[in-house]
């Protein structure tokens, strides 16, 4: 079989693939933290809450969107869903393959 060498496929591979792969790999990296925060600390600090309390954070006066406990719940399981998909057989090893910038072994940044 012959090598790639269609400059259109290359680009994509370094513009498109790499950087992606930069990205996903960081963010997996702070979703396996983050997750350990929720658990380990978040979940019972907030356990008394009710879905519509509000997290305040100083966001009203900055302009962002207030977020509630039912947010940070979503989001939670926004990340729990990402990270199953990240952890399934050969994902993170093909990214951390692709990914140009590697700072270690394990593929973290």
Known sequence: MADIIDPTVIGFANDKIRV??????????????SKIQWV????????????????LDGSEADGRT??????????????????????????????VKAHSNPRNPLGGV
């Open 20 to 33: 992606l792969s930069d990205h996903l790999v960081g963010i997996k990296d702070g979703l396996d933290t």
């Open 40 to 55: 380990d600390t978040i979940l019972g600090l907030i356990a008394a809450n009710t879905n519509a309390d509000v997290v």
């Open 66 to 95: 207030p977020l509630t406990k039912g947010d940070l719940t979503a989001i939670a399981g926004a990340m729990n869903a990402l990270i199953t998909a990240l952890d399934a057989p050969g994902v993170m090893s093909a990214l």
